[in-house]
């Protein structure tokens, strides 16, 4: 069982940059893929990127590419999701979400947190 919880999101103007941290309960994070997933409202929720339980293995979507990067401190029990560059359209409500399968798709993930709110303002 992991218990997740999001902080950092807040509102920001565009080109502007947030960190968001992922802190998880549990002494065997380390054996999870951790993911980001956002979600706007009257949209669907979107691959943001994820993370392998190493850290070695890493992947985003198309939209956050070159922007985004995440990152992982096992020891601290805490992955983060570095946003740069940010976009009006990055605005949505942003959630991590831990699992045992490297995938994009919101069904594998077994544990979630709350989510954390980020405004982007043009």
């Known amino acids: 069982q992991v218990q997740l919880a999001e902080s950092g999101g807040g509102l920001v103007k565009a080109g502007d940059s947030l960190r968001l941290s992922c802190a998880a309960s549990g002494r065997t994070f380390n054996i999870y893929v951790v993911a980001w997933f956002r979600q706007a409202p009257g949209k669907e929720r979107e691959f943001v990127g994820r993370i392998s339980g190493s850290g070695g293995s890493i992947t985003y979507g198309d939209s956050v590419k070159g922007r985004f990067t995440i990152s992982r401190d096992n020891a601290e029990n805490t992955v983060y999701l570095q946003m740069n560059i940010l976009k009006p359209e990055d605005t949505a409500r942003y959630y991590c979400?831990?699992?045992?399968?490297?995938?994009?798709?919101?069904?594998?993930?077994?544990?979630w947190g709350q989510g954390t709110q980020v405004t982007v303002s043009s």
């Open positions: 979400a831990a699992g045992g399968v490297y995938s994009t798709r919101p069904s594998v993930y077994a544990f």
